[in-house]
């Protein structure tokens, strides 16, 4: 017979006021029942609603918000009404009747007294009344359990609870309350029989209907489970490794510990020596999972021994309750306001760890390595860490903003309305929504995955080198990702293709482990692309990968992003001559296993049947994010950050500058061939003392080697010249450092360096780095570095401004590429940074030199006679392929063509007494008429 069938046969009265209401503070204080000693920081709570409070150390408390009433109420009779179920309702005969109460509430006792049959004692199961007046309605039935819930605007029922005891309740009244708790004693009996989850499904059938054919339900049952124990869960679970077969530990642990996570209620009656059950012959424990009481039996978890596998009894580890005959049935839960009490299925006890610990029993254990039930001794591999990468986390700092708990993200709220959490109350208890958490419980679903992890970044070309740079920050998970068993892990794919949809050739070292499968990547098998692993990797002790956790004895590898952590990477490709950059991607992708132990098992499903995405092209697994990044304009001027920036960041406003006057700049970090590849220009800021930077001997032979393959070169630093130790650079800079420096610049002062710079009439003040302690290298011009002698002075100290004149600056025109070095700062230049960055740029990409010919020498031999005449005319009409060295030598009469007119022009020069050729003539020189010819050679 249901509750709700027990509720039968009520009656339906009026209630009117024969008094005035008053209302006081509710009030009280929690003792122990058996000892009535205050008991300090219970929670107390007025039953389903938000107010709260806990308890002082004299067990006081006080319920702000909340107010008890008191009256004297008289009853009259309706008439028969039928209830929910069709049934008459049972009349109240009695026309009249008092009592005082602190209240009207549901689970109130009433006793209506006369000469009635009906007399008697009556609980209070709905009441509906207005404060002002009373007026209302009660139902009432006839000694039957119920509990009482919030009434909207009256007092009600106030619960008390704290772990160790049981909850205890009293219906709110005027003055002081009492709420005498009983102290909760877990035992673990052996003779206990599980609760199936149809009993809990009675009172809980929302619950019910979440846990079924859950994940949790179902650990039971997954085929994986027993290919890895003992190989018979899938037709070729037998292959690869087999626990029963292969493990160290078979012959001496048979049982291993599957089934303390997957079949725990088994477990739990006989610790270490149960095995799964056979998968053939599923038991009834097995077939629950993870059930009801598996979790709500749960008294207490010692975090000093947080590492043991599963739900551990021994050494204290797990403290489970298996009453035992004649004791009180116990439910651990997080409503601490519940009171209500079904012996022997239900008895509330509050547990707020509930949320967190009990989570741990299997989401937190070392590898036993010598199976001596010592979990926390050296040599116990951690294998599963969750809950500590959780509690070390700020989501498990209960002080921190970002605070949840497992059960918190997990077991999310199922409702948007008020809802009941037990449907044996008649009527039930409407509570907060956010309070009721579904028990569907899922972790690797793709609500969690998708919003687990975002991925950001950028990419820059410099020459035919294109850098991808990915920063994969977990945002959305509270532990480290992956966690969990170490057969979970994640793929970070890194690939770059050029404008045609081809992949670009990967260069770099940041290379996916061969975990993730060595094969055809166009089939998953990922290792050695471009990318990272993010998996945890356990070993034998020799250096070989174990399958699971009962073979560990160290850890491999251990690359996983931590809660609210980023991990950065960054990738290499060449871009070919004559080929641009198109599409560039990186792609999470979610595995459930090792690609090798899929293939030796031969798996297509997980172990709980569903599509095995691993195998599932295009992405072999689940595509958590995706990252598209646009393809970025080939860098033009490398700027190398050498300095640490103080009052000057020269760095940027370099940066800025350069990229003003049009260019693509990359600030680089380091010094080095592969940061300066196919650079047109390099700037490196070395900064000023005591923030500088010191070319090393690598960094000064690479800008000789660069600047003689062509490159220009700038440099500036405070020290370079006249302090810091010399470099092969220094044989290529067209400089000398006079001395160590002075702090009188404050302005500098343009020259024309009479080599191919002008900085005439740019004079501008001069911001030093390190005010009033700014020594600045006093330089020299020198002509005999390798680049030959054009080197002169740029920049002076302005005497003006009471500087001593010194050179710091010089522009050396080398005959590898222009260098411009300087002693003080690109950023503290006062004037128009833009318009000096210019100036450099244009002496740093000077035109194209004009040719010099002498005009009339056709065919180039250094004279001017009828054989120029002859090879002209061969030029025109030989039909050889005869070519000039220089077209504007041929065009003797400068009319921008060559033709038969000018051959005749060079008879008629030597034999007919002409005026002369247009210069340039009888020496090399240019053209003084520009056009669109132009020549092969120069003339000697």
């Known amino acids: 017979m249901s509750f709700r069938r027990l509720l039968m046969g009520v009656a339906i009265v009026v209630v009117s006021s024969t008094a005035t209401l008053t209302f006081a503070q509710i009030t009280g204080v929690v003792r122990d029942s058996a000892t009535t000693d205050p008991i300090e920081g219970a929670l107390v709570s007025l039953q389903s609603t938000n107010i709260r409070t806990t308890t002082d150390a004299s067990g006081s408390f006080s319920l702000a918000g909340a107010a008890a009433t008191t009256g004297t109420v008289t009853f009259s009779s309706t008439g028969p009404e039928i209830d929910e179920f069709g049934q008459p309702r049972s009349r109240i005969t009695r026309s009249s009747g008092s009592f005082v109460t602190d209240g009207y509430v549901r689970g109130m006792e009433i006793t209506v007294a006369g000469s009635s049959s009906n007399d008697g004692i009556y609980r209070i199961a709905i009441v509906s009344p207005t404060i002002l007046d009373l007026d209302g309605f009660f ?53 206990y029989v599980f609760i199936s989850e149809f009993q809990c499904g009675f009172c809980h059938p929302k619950q019910l209907e979440q846990w079924t054919d859950s994940p949790m339900q179902r650990t039971g049952v997954n085929t994986w489970v027993y290919d890895v124990y003992d190989g018979t869960g899938t037709p070729g679970g037998g292959g690869g490794f087999v626990y029963t077969e292969d493990s160290v530990h078979a012959g001496t642990f048979p049982a291993a510990e599957c089934a303390s996570c997957h079949q725990p209620e088994a477990f739990i009656q006989d610790p270490f020596n149960t095995p799964l059950a056979p998968i053939g012959a599923l038991t009834a424990e097995a077939l629950r999972g993870v059930s009801c009481e598996t979790c709500h039996k749960v008294a207490d978890v010692d975090e000093s021994l947080i590492n043991a596998t599963g739900i551990v009894e021994m050494n204290g580890a797990v403290t489970f309750t298996r009453p035992g005959p004649g004791e009180s049935q116990i439910m651990y839960g997080l409503l601490a306001d519940v009171d209500f009490v079904a012996q022997p299925v239900m008895r509330a006890a509050y547990n707020p760890d509930i949320t967190h610990e009990t989570c741990a029993t299997c989401h937190q254990y070392n590898n036993d390595h010598d199976k001596d039930f010592d979990w926390e001794e050296p040599g116990s591999v951690p294998a599963q860490e969750t809950w500590s990468e959780w509690k070390n986390s700020p989501y498990g700092d209960p002080l921190s903003s970002s605070y949840a708990t497992c059960a918190g993200c997990h077991m999310a709220p199922f409702a948007a309305v008020p809802i009941s959490t037990c449907d044996a109350l008649f009527p039930p208890i409407e509570r907060d929504p956010d309070t009721l958490h579904t028990h569907d419980i899922r972790g690797t679903s793709p609500f969690f995955l998708d919003n687990a992890v975002e991925l950001d970044g950028d990419a820059s070309q410099v020459g035919n080198v294109l850098t991808v740079n990915i920063d994969a920050t977990n945002t959305g998970a509270g532990h480290s990702v992956p966690t969990g068993i170490t057969l979970r892990n994640i793929v970070l794919k890194v690939e770059a293709f050029d404008s045609d949809g081809d992949p670009l050739p990967f260069t770099g070292t940041q290379t996916i482990n061969d975990a993730a499968g060595v094969g055809d990547s166009a089939l998953g098998y990922y290792g ?183 490159t220009p070169v700038y440099v500036e630093s405070g020290d370079y010249y006249g302090f810091d130790p010399a470099v092969a650079f220094n044989d290529y800079d067209g400089g000398n450092g006079l001395s160590d420096g002075d702090d009188t610049l404050i302005g500098v002062l343009g020259l024309d360096s009479g080599v191919g710079l002008d900085a005439t009439g740019l004079d501008a003040i001069y911001n030093q780095d390190q005010a009033a302690n700014d020594w600045t290298d006093q330089l020299e011009p020198v002509t005999t570095d390798l680049g030959g002698p054009d080197a002169g002075a740029l920049w002076a100290d302005d005497t003006a401004g009471g500087g001593s004149g010194y050179t710091v600056a010089i522009y050396y025109n080398s005959t590898f590429a222009p260098v411009l070095t300087q002693s003080f700062e690109f950023g503290g230049f006062g004037g128009d940074q833009v318009g000096l960055a210019a100036l450099y740029l244009q002496a740093f990409n000077p035109l194209p030199p004009e040719p010099i ?65 247009p210069a340039p003539t009888g020496t090399c020189g240019v053209d003084p008429t520009p056009d669109a010819l132009g020549c092969a050679t120069d003339c000697p």
């Not at 619960?159 to 004693?185: K, M, P, Q, R, W």
């Not at 160290?554 to 004559?578: K, Q």
């Not at 005009?855 to 000039?884: H, M, Y």
């Not at 003797?892 to 007919?912: K, S």
Request: aromatic content about 6%.
């Open 528 to 710: 050695g692309d471009a990318g990272k692993l993010y998996a945890k990797l356990l070993g034998d002790g020799s250096g070989n990968r174990v399958i699971i956790f009962t073979e560990a004895f160290e850890t491999l590898y251990n690359e996983r992003i931590e809660a609210l952590s980023t991990d950065s990477t960054s990738y290499t490709f060449e871009v070919p001559a004559g080929e641009t950059v198109g599409e560039i991607r990186a792609r999470m992708i979610y595995r459930r296993a090792y690609r090798d132990l899929i293939d030796d098992k031969g798996w297509t499903e997980t172990g709980l049947g569903e599509v095995l995405e691993d195998l599932q092209p295009p992405y072999y697994g689940h595509l958590m994010e995706e990252l598209l990044i646009n393809a970025p304009e080939a860098v033009t001027d490398v700027v190398f950050a050498g300095e640490i920036a103080s009052d000057v960041d020269s760095v940027s406003a370099l940066t800025a500058s350069l990229e003003a006057n049009g260019r693509v700049v990359s600030v680089v970090s380091e010094l080095t061939a592969a940061t300066v590849a196919g650079a047109q220009r390099v700037w490196v800021c070395l900064g000023t003392f005591p923030d500088n930077h010191q070319l090393s001997v690598a960094e000064g032979q690479l800008l000789a080697d660069i600047n003689v393959a062509g």
């Open 139 to 191: 139902e009432l039935i006839p000694e039957g359990p119920t509990a009482g819930v919030t009434l909207t605007n009256a007092p009600q029922v106030v619960v008390a609870a704290v772990e160790g005891y049981f909850n205890g309740s009293v219906v709110a009244a005027a003055g002081s309350n009492t709420i005498d708790l009983e102290a909760t004693v877990p035992s673990s009996s052996s003779s």
């Open 853 to 917: 010919f002498d005009r009339g020498d056709c065919n180039g031999d250094s004279g001017i006679d009828i054989g120029d005449a002859v090879f002209e005319l061969d030029v025109l009409f030989g039909g050889g392929g005869t070519t000039a060295p220089c077209d504007d030598a041929c065009d003797t009469n400068d009319d921008g063509g060559i033709d038969i007119a000018d051959a005749v022009n060079t008879l008629t020069q030597l034999f007919g007494g002409g005026a002369g050729f």
